[in-house]
């Protein structure tokens, strides 16, 4: 996708290097470097179904395809005022569930180096890898190697600690603002 089309996710801010970079790399590869992961162009459809409300479309910004079945990927604006490449990133689960799962963007590039899709559930949000069936994806080491030499970056063994830094930085605000537009009764 052109920068200019995917830069239409991000209206009212400007685009950090860390996401244009990952535009450019995305790309110039044809296969996936973190299974189930992909930029999208996002016209918000998809958290259109949790709150149609203006103020809840407002501060979220989808801008990937979390896993293969749906679940998406956004930027929060948690009013803060803080520049892009700061705000919460959440994934709204394709069967449910919403979530704070990085503290910023560098986190959310952190985790794709786990290389497996997000499991999103009303309770919790996840990453797990069995050994036996992994199947690395097809670009994750050009993936790895470009996440150290553009933002010296290193791959990561375990997903826990960035979703649990988060969740407790984010979670309680994050779902407090979430219950004003959207209720799972």
Do not use: C
Request: charged share 30%; no cysteine.
């Amino acid at each position: 996708m052109e920068l200019n089309e995917f830069k239409r996710n991000f209206v009212g801010f400007e685009l950090p290097k860390e996401l244009i970079l990952l535009n450019e790399f995305d790309n110039n590869v044809s296969d996936y470097y973190s299974e189930g992961f992909e930029l999208a162009l996002d016209d918000k459809s998809g958290i259109a179904t949790w709150s149609e409300n203006k103020d809840f479309l407002d501060r979220l910004m989808p801008f990937a395809q979390a896993n293969a079945s749906g679940s998406i990927y956004a930027l929060w604006d948690d009013g803060e005022n803080k520049e892009l490449v700061n705000l919460p990133v959440v994934v709204f689960g394709d069967e449910g569930g919403y979530h704070v799962v990085a503290e910023n963007i560098i986190g959310l590039l952190q985790l794709l180096t786990f290389d497996t899709e997000i499991s999103v559930d009303y309770d919790e949000v996840y990453f797990y890898k069995d050994e036996e069936d992994y199947e690395e994806s097809h670009n994750l080491s050009l993936y790895k190697n470009w996440l150290k030499e553009n933002l010296n970056l290193e791959p990561i063994e375990n997903t826990e600690e960035i979703i649990e830094k988060a969740q407790q930085k984010y979670k309680s605000k994050f779902d407090n603002w979430v219950g004003q537009y959207y209720s799972e009764e």
